[in-house]
């Protein structure tokens, strides 16, 4: 294959803006786009649906209750404006929730509707569970790909899905170029299925 002829990588990365893992893939994979040809499609998912039926601890379904909030906003956003208005209001967001400590509130949702130059009425969608459907149609898309028990971050490399990768910080430059690297030669492998270890460590979203 010449260069001339050769396709352009895609990942396709599902997030919730609630997950302070798929935050920090995500300032991974747009640390990719800096160093390697690659195009990223941008996908919701809901950690709110995706726990919905399963027996977790009170406490964390009681904070995955006001998850539902953004993720209808983006999905409403996305019907009105395009797959586009995803990535900006994902920005938005997640500056507030992982970076500022803000609510999953109304408030939180409206500033960043307002940062990302949408229509501040957008915000009534955080209350509409009509378009929960919508949430899990595009949640389907994704974790369908990847089987149980999994969660977010989970990238579609030129069709091969994974959860992950799951980083404590950000890859930055070459090192970022590094990781996607290897995560494009593992999704070529066909029978290639996890790589696993213990976390240690705080978050670091710098």
């Given amino acids: ?66 998850g539902w909030g953004p993720v209808r906003v983006l999905i409403a956003a996305q019907h009105k404006h395009g797959d586009d208005v995803l990535l900006p209001l994902y920005n938005a967001m997640g500056t507030r929730i992982h970076h500022e400590k803000a609510d999953l509130d109304r408030d939180m949702i409206a500033a960043a509707l307002a940062e990302a ?34 969660g977010t971050p989970t990238i579609a490399i030129e069709g091969t899905a994974f959860f992950g990768p799951v980083l404590s910080a950000i890859p930055r430059g070459d090192e970022a170029g590094q990781l996607w690297d290897g995560c494009l030669a593992v999704a070529k492998v066909p029978y290639f299925y996890e790589l696993k270890r213990s976390r240690t460590g705080d978050l670091d979203f710098s």
């Fill in 117 to 150: 130059g949408l229509e501040p009425e957008l915000v009534d969608a955080m209350d509409d569970s009509s378009l929960d459907e919508a949430v899990a149609k595009s949640h389907h898309e994704g974790m369908d790909q990847v089987g149980d028990d999994v």
């Fill in 1 to 66: 294959m010449t260069a001339a002829t050769e396709k352009t990588p895609t990942a396709d990365f599902w997030f919730d803006p609630l997950c302070p893992f798929a935050w920090i893939s995500s300032r991974w994979i747009l640390e990719v786009e800096q160093v390697r040809d690659i195009t990223v499609k941008w996908h919701v998912m809901s950690l709110s649906y995706l726990n919905k039926d399963k027996d977790i601890p009170d406490e964390y379904r009681a904070m995955l209750e006001p």
